[in-house]
């Protein structure tokens, strides 16, 4: 089971695209340690800068997002 806070999948998504941290923090004007914070989700981007992320990788914001998971009636 996943964390609370393990929300989004960037780290997975940079891995994918070969692509850094600090590649993606210029790419965006950045501080380097934010992007940091956002893949290890001890922090996370804003919905508007998840849509620049997303177009900058050029993928669908959706590809950023763990899926929701269905809360078990029980």
């Known amino acids: 089971m996943r964390s609370n806070q393990d929300i989004n999948r960037l780290k997975i998504v940079l891995a994918e695209k070969k692509r850094t941290n600090k590649w993606l923090a210029e790419q965006l004007c950045k501080d380097q340690a ?19 992320i997303a177009d900058v990788l050029e993928v669908d914001i959706k590809d950023l997002l763990h899926p929701s998971t269905l809360i078990k009636e029980g």
């Open 34 to 52: 934010t992007v940091s914070k956002w893949c290890t989700n001890t922090s996370q981007p804003t919905l508007e800068m998840l849509v620049r």
